[in-house]
């Protein structure tokens, strides 16, 4: 397994932009597919954006599409969660996640590898 450390959350104003870093060690990065998911309070953790082990292809929840770019930097190893236009209801614990050639429609139940989230606080 790869071990997944998020960094770059904080708070920011509605309207603003953030960008989320989540380095990992351990096992090839490359042969692993990567995503954001969020956990905001008093709710489940969701989905937020997943790119291909080789960068290929990305997916988006529909909330986020236009808004958030999610890309990877194999050299490294590294992905990368761009967020513009912010809004509070992005306010949440962002996670990073990681599962061996898997597919770009991640689920909770199929990641391999967690990190332990960094907060992303939106005011409004």
């Known amino acids: 397994q790869v071990q997944l450390v998020e960094s770059g959350g904080g708070l920011v104003q509605a309207g603003g932009s953030l960008s989320l870093s989540c380095a990992t060690s351990?096992?090839?990065?490359?042969?692993?597919?990567m995503g954001w998911f969020r956990q905001a309070p008093g709710k489940e953790r969701e989905f937020v954006a997943a790119?291909?082990?080789?960068?290929?292809?990305?997916y988006y929840r529909d909330s986020v599409k236009g808004r958030f770019t999610i890309s990877r930097d194999n050299a490294k190893k590294t992905v990368y969660l761009q967020m513009n236009s912010l809004k509070p209801e992005d306010t949440a614990v962002y996670y990073c996640?990681?599962?061996?050639?898997?597919?770009?429609?991640?689920?909770?139940?199929?990641?391999?590898?967690w990190g332990k989230g960094t907060l992303l606080t939106v005011s409004s």
């Open positions: 996640a990681a599962d061996e050639y898997g597919s770009i429609y991640m689920s909770d139940d199929g990641v391999d590898s």
């Open positions: 351990g096992r090839t990065f490359s042969s692993y597919t």
């Open positions: 790119i291909s082990w080789r960068g290929s292809s990305t």
